[in-house]
């Protein structure tokens, strides 16, 4: 069991997810009611929010350091800001401000962080060959630093996935390979997608450890990740995690979600991952009632900040689109 | 006399009864993609398929575009007549090969003996800040791989016989409707995605321009949801005494260099219009079209408005900055007449 530090850490870090997260569900209708133009507002485009799925980027990225790269998918919030974003620059870009990470270019699904080498693609796997190659640069350099690459359920049925697997499993890479199965692609559920019923066996394939974390529970992925990311940091190879998640909200925002139920909803809402992990380390002492009240409080603090932060700042100027094209 | 009673539908709709018309007529056209089924694709193309033909025939696939394209080439190889849907266009970097090596090259290679009758449907366009990676039209590369037709209707008539002959064709064909041209609620609403489509089946040939708008000053070509920008700007410059004749060009393989050379012998201008990249694509091909045939009528230059040859930037004024409109269109054409 980890220290008492560490779960409060774990907790802190997943309620201020949540707490962005909802932030950019309500920021994300503004100026797109009464009738819903995705073009509109002042965060316009694709919304794909990471709500319920918080224990996958905590728990995996409480063992990385800065200088790990870390690639993540059209999903990133979560994962960007377990892996150190700062929030603001996280917003801002969001908000297609110059001050944004990308001075705008990248948005949502195309957020690109040097201080925390951080990367994502809105394409689905193609974060995973990036990985690799981080973790090769890696070995070649004689660094200790390892690749983690986040990806959907939805992306193992991609060729990249496996080519992935292969190669890391081939040149023996630092890289953990992190399947966040929340049950749907878009529409489409995973057993009427993928052939078998948990990726993680999938690692046998290629001869690399596959570990399934069979619920959403932010210390089970702290404990697997643990070992897979000490496994990787020694020269272990890759090892490959899956991660039993809930998408709470609809696959991007404005999503009717007729192909789920209301019941469906309402019992991932029930189970939510932070309020069951919360009630537990206040059972156990490990949070008090204020200490627990203090966390929220203070991650609205920093989410209002960021979020301000973006909507003050200038956006760039309109003929810098021009610019970036080339090094 | 009776005034028959307009149908109004979207363009989407328009696509679906289209493809549900085929459906109903030949047992061998069938439908696969990704959110094709209870989503009903993601820009509303496959709308009320799965509820009409059941899962045998309007098939979810995994996110696994080489695969499903892929058997699509080789359904219509072995006697089907598949439409496959890639979501965004941008997505072929994952399943080029089957595209471009295997779809469009297979009835070549094979001396003309193998048919690969299928439609690749994909959507298009950008205007809504879904970044470099989701906005992309290009029309242009496609076009230039020989071996598919390539088809961007603008209307909702045009989108529904366009596809009607796109699955009668035995040759592959890919077809690109914009996501601005659907008349999808959640977009920002379009009056010219919404038009009279009659119910019974019927073609637009695939291969023919069609003047959506007649003028003697200057013409602007154009495809998809350009034309409805180029249509707004010749409203525009009518006011002025412009007459601008707006060509939509419909599909770019094959393309009409008939049409363009007609039109130019009219107007003795030319403007093209392409939100995809500037270099190397279709703006360099009508222009050429023109000056190969029409060289002696041309009264000025031949002008492109094209997409920069740049990455399409997320920033909502970056894009704009980037981005053809109806206000650039009618400031180029005033130049391209001296006004
Ligand atoms: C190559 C490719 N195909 C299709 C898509 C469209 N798309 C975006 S998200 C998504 C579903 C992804 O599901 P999953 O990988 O399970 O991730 P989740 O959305 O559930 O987080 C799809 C099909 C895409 N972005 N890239």
């Known amino acids: ?327 | 006399m009776a005034v028959a009673a307009k149908r109004l539908l979207t363009t989407s709709k328009a696509i679906s009864e289209a493809i549900a018309e085929e459906m109903e007529r030949d047992p061998t056209v069938f439908v696969m993609g990704e959110d094709v089924g209870v989503y009903g694709g993601i820009f509303g193309a496959t709308e009320g398929l799965l509820a009409k033909f059941g899962p045998d025939r309007v098939m979810d696939t995994p996110i696994s575009e080489t695969a499903f394209i892929g058997a699509a080439v080789g359904a219509a190889v072995s006697g089907m007549r598949p439409i496959a849907e890639l979501m965004f266009v941008d997505f072929f970097g994952v399943c080029m090969d089957q595209i471009y090596n295997h779809m469009a090259k297979i009835h070549y290679e094979s001396g003309g003996n193998v048919k690969v009758p299928m439609v690749l449907t994909t959507a298009i366009g950008g205007g809504y800040s879904d970044g470099a990676q989701h906005s992309q039209t290009l029309h242009g590369l496609f076009a230039h791989l020989p071996g598919m037709k390539v088809v961007l209707p603008s209307t909702p008539y045009d989108a529904k016989g366009l596809m009607i002959s796109a699955i009668r064709d035995d040759n592959p064909v890919l077809y690109m409707f914009h996501k601005g041209i659907m008349g999808l609620g959640w977009m920002t609403p379009n009056p010219r995605a919404t038009d009279d489509v009659p119910e019974e089946p019927y073609t637009v040939p695939i291969g023919v321009a069609d003047v959506k708008r007649e003028g003697g000053d200057v013409t602007i070509a154009t495809v998809s949801l350009m034309v409805h920008r180029a249509l707004d700007a010749a409203e525009t410059l009518a006011g002025e005494g412009i007459q601008a004749e707006v060509l939509d060009l419909r599909s770019l393989v094959p393309l009409d260099r008939q049409a363009i050379v007609d039109s130019v012998h009219k107007t003795h201008r030319l403007l093209v219009v392409d939100e995809d990249y500037r270099s190397f694509g279709m703006s360099g091909e009508v222009i050429t079209t023109a000056i190969e045939g029409a060289f002696d009528y041309l009264d000025a230059p031949p002008v492109r408005l094209a997409y920069p040859d740049v990455p399409i930037p997320y920033s909502r004024p970056l894009e704009h900055f980037c981005l053809p409109d109806a206000e650039k269109i009618a400031t180029a054409a005033r130049e391209l007449v001296g006004r």
Request: glycine share 10%; aromatic share 6%; with cysteine.
């Open chain 1, 1 to 327: 069991m980890p220290s008492d530090d560490v779960l409060r850490d774990l907790h802190r870090q997943m309620v201020r997810i949540r707490i962005f997260e909802e932030a950019m569900v309500s920021v994300y209708q503004e100026g797109k009611t009464p009738a819903f133009d995705i073009a509109a507002g002042p965060v316009p485009g694709e919304m794909h929010l990471a709500a319920g799925q918080e224990p996958a980027a905590a728990g995996v990225c409480a063992h990385l350091r800065p200088s790990d790269a870390v690639t993540a998918t059209h999903r990133p919030h979560h994962v960007a800001l377990a892996h150190g974003m700062d929030m603001s620059r996280l917003a801002a870009e969001i908000f297609g401000k110059d001050a944004g990470l990308g001075h705008g270019k990248g948005g949502h699904m195309h957020l690109f962080d040097t201080e925390t080498n951080f990367g994502c693609s809105g394409i689905i796997a193609e974060g995973m060959p990036t990985a690799v190659g981080h973790a090769l640069a890696f070995k070649k350099l004689g660094r200790d630093d390892i690749a983690v690459s986040f990806f959907g359920d939805g992306a193992a049925n991609q060729g990249a996935f496996h080519e992935s697997l292969n190669l890391a499993a081939l040149w023996n890479l630092p890289v953990v390979f992190v399947c966040e199965d929340n049950a749907w692609a878009i529409s489409v559920p995973k057993d009427k997608s993928t052939a078998i019923p948990n990726n993680s066996d999938r690692g046998a394939a290629y001869g690399i450890p596959g570990v399934l974390v069979a619920d959403n529970d932010p210390v089970a992925v702290y404990e697997a990740a643990g070992e897979a990311v000490a496994r990787a940091r020694r020269g272990g190879g890759p090892s490959l995690i899956e991660i039993k998640t809930d998408r709470l909200l609809g696959h991007f925002e404005g999503d009717p979600q007729l192909y789920r139920t209301k019941e469906e909803m309402d019992r991932l809402r029930e189970r939510d991952a932070i309020r069951a992990f919360e009630g537990r380390l206040v059972e156990t002492g490990a949070l008090d009632e204020a200490g627990r009240d203090r966390v929220w409080q203070e991650a609205r603090v920093e989410v209002d900040a960021a979020i301000e932060f973006a909507r003050q700042s200038p956006y760039p100027a309109p003929e810098s689109a021009l610019d970036h094209v080339f090094a």
